[in-house]
């Protein structure tokens, strides 16, 4: 099983270009998550997705955009990309989140995708 | 506002113990994870706490007291492999996850 595959790993992008990241899992989760990681500041959500088809904001959503049509696949787009957005991203999966806690909310990374906006 | 907090940076030698506290001020409280994340890769779950007390597994081990709002990470008989990030992330009322900034711990032999 590859878990949760993110594509490209690495992009350099000119200010007010566009891109999509890719996620795709393997686990037949119904939930996933893009987050980016930036130097000294924890993980923040910027949309997620309950099952295919939804989408929802997360802490960050301005200037990204997502969607959902397969379960398997989530996809995040900068339709102008600017510097701020130079960052590390997460893509995650999980079963299922809510009240069903426990083991259920644990969170499968893929491997990253780092994004340069000049 | 919501907030986590655990220490930048900590440095430990091979073979010996560690505690990485993580405090936390949230609305609500549904669970406190810990994540392990080596450099360039992706984090990786650790372990979970939902009830006050210890949970051991293997050579980690976290705590939890939800009264003061504090976790910890126990990590023993140290390796090198042991040199990463962990992160604290609290699941709030709302089931959303805040993460901490992340400890950063150094081995040395």
Redesign the interface.
């Known amino acids: 099983n590859a878990g949760?595959t993110q594509t490209p790993k690495f992009r350099v992008l000119k200010t007010g270009q566009s891109m999509t990241l890719l996620c795709a899992q393997d686990m037949n989760h119904e939930y996933m998550y893009w987050y980016r990681q930036d130097p000294?500041?924890?993980?923040?959500?910027i949309h997620y997705s309950v099952g295919e088809g939804t989408t929802a904001k997360?802490e960050v959503p301005d200037g990204y955009n997502v969607s959902r049509l397969k379960k398997q696949n989530f996809l995040l787009g900068l339709e102008s990309a600017a510097p701020s957005q130079t960052s590390v991203y997460?893509c995650a999966s999980s079963v299922l989140?809510?009240?069903r806690?426990?083991?259920a909310?644990?969170?499968?990374?893929?491997?990253?995708s780092r994004l340069t906006v000049l | 506002g919501q907030n986590?907090d655990q220490p930048?940076e900590m440095t430990a030698t091979e073979g010996a113990i560690v505690q990485i506290n993580c405090t936390y001020q949230t609305s609500g409280f549904?669970?406190l994870?810990w994540?392990q994340q080596h450099a360039?890769?992706?984090?990786?779950?650790l372990s979970?706490n939902?009830l006050d007390g210890l949970e051991e597994k293997g050579r980690f081990s976290s705590f939890l007291s939800r009264s003061k709002g504090y976790s910890y990470l126990l990590l023993k008989e140290l390796q090198m492999k042991d040199s990463a990030s962990y992160?604290c992330?609290v699941?709030d009322s709302n089931?959303?996850?805040?993460?901490?900034?992340?400890t950063k711990l150094i081995i040395k032999p």
């Open positions: 949760v000294g500041m924890g993980l923040r959500l997360g997460f989140t809510g009240e806690i426990s083991g909310n644990v969170l499968t990374f893929g491997a990253g | 986590i930048t549904n669970g994870f994540y360039g890769e992706a984090p990786t779950f979970y939902v992160l992330a699941m089931y959303q996850l805040i993460w901490g900034a992340g």
